[in-house]
Nanobody, 118 residues
Framework: QVQLVESGGGSVQPGGSLRLSCAAS????????MSWYRQAPGKQRELVAA???????NYADSVKGRFTISRDNAKKTVYLQMNSLIPEDTAVYYC????????????WGQGTQVTVSS
């Protein structure tokens, strides 16, 4: 019913920047929270940042001051601007969107790889 398409991952040197996007489509009457998670090899998936429909956001301590989450409600898209990237940011990044369609469901994107290495 709802599809999420992520883009923007890739490889970058330490100190570099990347911008992730996640666009939702399908039967969507409203989108509540939109979030980004990441999972590094051998580790559990962790919340990176989240943003409410009104624009309130919160961040993991490890990314505060470096990452910025934003959303465009008209485009049903959430973004993650990542600056000053460090090797510890290397992970697969997933978007998660809380959607009201015919029911209220949380959906996951397919994941996009971010690699920070010199």
């Amino acid at each position: 019913q709802v599809q999420l398409v992520e883009s923007g991952g890739g490889s970058v040197q330490p100190g570099g920047s990347l911008r992730l996007s996640c666009a939702a489509s399908g039967i969507i009457f409203s989108i509540y929270s939109m979030s980004w998670y990441r999972q590094a090899p051998g580790k559990q998936r962790e919340l990176v940042a989240a943003i409410t429909r009104s624009g309130s956001s919160n961040y993991a301590d490890s990314v505060k001051g470096r990452f910025t989450i934003s959303r465009d409600n008209a485009k049903k898209t959430v973004y993650l601007q990542m600056n000053s990237l460090i090797p510890e940011d290397t992970a697969v990044y997933y978007c998660n969107v809380d959607v009201l369609g015919y029911d209220r469901t949380s959906y996951w994107g397919q994941g996009t790889q971010v690699t920070v290495s010199s």
